[in-house]
């Protein structure tokens, strides 16, 4: 099977592409792009990939499903196009990272590309939703599929930065080798969770210093 995606990543999850699950998964998309409103727009389901290749990747963000909204998703955990209305998660972030590392010029917008850029691959667990159903593609195989990817990071590289906000994240993240890696867990920024723990755990200055420790450029936030 050919799978449109970035080439360092197609080459680290081939072997995904060809098994059973993959392929049950194709055809549910195909129908589910045929015959409902689902986010992100098909060519940009593997945005995290192409604006974060396999190579570059030195920060991992886990998010759980894409924005269900209209116009939100374009691929990203967390992040939303440009000229969309920044939602309270991503607001928190934000405010998060105003706390920790006070200099950072006030975000322009939530497009998040540019952290994406500078290797901070942004990965939800589930890579399609349903416009306005909340969690309508899980279970049809993408956790597999990026169970893959972040066992691949972990693995494959070394001095990898993890942040693994909320419970979901932090048990998807139970495959990462916490001996060659950093993992950073904390609180769901969400409205419901930020004020138990995400406010104040400053994960910004705690993966630029660990990247910095170990000879690699800190993430311009």
Known sequence: MTVKIEESWRKALQPEFEKPYFQHLTTFLRGEYATATVYPPGPQIFHAFEACPFNAVKVVILGQDPYHGRGQAHGLSF??????????????????????????????????????????????????????????HQKKGWEQFTDAAIQQV???????????????????GEIIDAKKHLVLKAAHPSPYAADRGFFGSRPFSQTNAYLAQHGKEPIVW
């Open 79 to 136: 992040s939303v196009a440009e000229g969309v209305r920044t939602p309270p998660s991503l607001q928190n972030i934000f405010k998060e990272l105003q706390d920790d590392i006070p200099a950072t010029p006030p975000a322009p917008n939530g497009n998040l590309d540019r952290w994406a850029r500078q290797g901070v691959l942004l990965l939800n667990a589930t890579l399609t939703v349903r416009a306005g159903e909340p969690g309508s």
């Open 154 to 172: 972990s693995e494959q590289k070394e001095h990898v930065v993890f942040i693994l906000w909320g419970a979901y994240a932090q048990k998807k």
